[in-house]
């Protein structure tokens, strides 16, 4: 089970890219909180006054925090199918294209998430990141059947 150096580089770039944005959405959570003043901790808004600690939903904070929710649900699966994807032996153009696709596509679902772009624009970018995700799958599972 040798792996091409290229395309191990390849895996590894979108698979850091998209680690470090889900990251990134930590920070931007973050933010939100300390710039609408709504927390969920006590102990978070403790040095801040006027703030709302545990009651009443702010739509920007919680839009942020569904866009990292769904990072976390799609991106995770996409670390875990990209790596056993590259045991198939698949060509290099189509792994770096299935790649480079998820990867805009999860960037792009955040930024029309974040900045309440009209649908259908959150959903198309959701399902061409799935797409690339069922597919890897399916490679795998169909490659590997013969071990069970």
């Known amino acids: 089970m040798n792996v091409d150096k290229e395309l191990f580089g390849a895996f590894a770039f979108h698979a850091g890219l998209m680690t470090v944005k889900t990251l990134a959405m930590s920070f931007l959570t973050a933010r939100q909180r300390f710039k609408k003043g709504n927390f969920i901790s006590r102990e978070d808004?403790?040095?801040?006054?006027?703030?709302?600690?545990g009651i009443g939903v702010d739509e920007d904070v919680e839009r942020v925090r569904r866009a990292h929710q769904n990072d976390i649900e799609n991106i995770f699966p996409f670390l875990t199918l990209g790596l056993l994807y590259l045991f198939t032996n698949p060509e290099l153009s189509t792994a770096q294209t299935l790649f480079r696709v998820f990867s805009g596509a999860r960037i792009l679902h955040s930024l029309v998430y974040v900045l309440e772009v009209p649908q259908p624009t959150r959903a198309l970018s959701f399902f061409g990141g799935m797409a690339c995700n069922v597919y890897m799958g399916y490679k795998v599972l169909s490659h590997f059947v013969s071990s069970m």
């Open 45 to 53: 808004g403790a040095s801040q006054k006027n703030v709302k600690i």
